[in-house]
């Protein structure tokens, strides 16, 4: 059986409980068992990521998911590029398949409209994609 690990930065709750809804009901539709670790923030995802590559379990796919909404400071920028960053880094050294909704949105009537499953249902496209391209990995993967 497929297993995914789904990594969220709680940060807004009510937007991560949509995302959540999202990618839940898309693996549950395609019956594949998941867990969800939960870490502070967009910036906690790659070192989290990270630890759940080297530990022993066993996970064929990863959703990384979050919100960014920008402020009044630079912070925005160096949250959204370092996590992203440090992501894809270590999708790319350890072949990892990977769904990403870390939303990054100037406010929240943005966030709230992608991460709703009932309007744009990005919580739902980032679990597809990681099927997608586990999908890839096991007909290319060595």
Do not use: C, W
């Not at 906690?44 to 979050?66: F, H």
């Amino acid at each position: 059986m497929t297993k995914v690990l789904v990594i969220e930065a709680r940060f807004y709750d009510d937007l991560n409980d949509m995302l959540l809804d999202g990618i839940g009901e898309t693996l549950s539709a395609q019956e594949v068992a998941y867990d969800v670790l939960t870490v502070p923030g967009a910036l906690e995802v790659p070192a989290a990521l990270n630890m759940a590559v080297k530990s022993i379990q066993d996970y064929d796919a990863y959703v990384v998911a979050g919100v960014i909404i920008r402020g009044e400071t630079g912070h925005y920028d160096v949250v959204v590029n370092e996590s992203a960053r440090g992501v894809y880094d270590l999708v790319e050294k350890h072949q990892l398949a990977l769904g990403n909704v870390i939303l990054t949105v100037e406010d929240y009537a943005q966030a709230e409209a992608r991460a709703n499953k009932a309007k744009k249902n990005k919580g739902g496209e980032a679990a597809e994609a990681a099927l997608r391209m586990l999908e890839i990995k096991r007909q290319y993967a060595v």
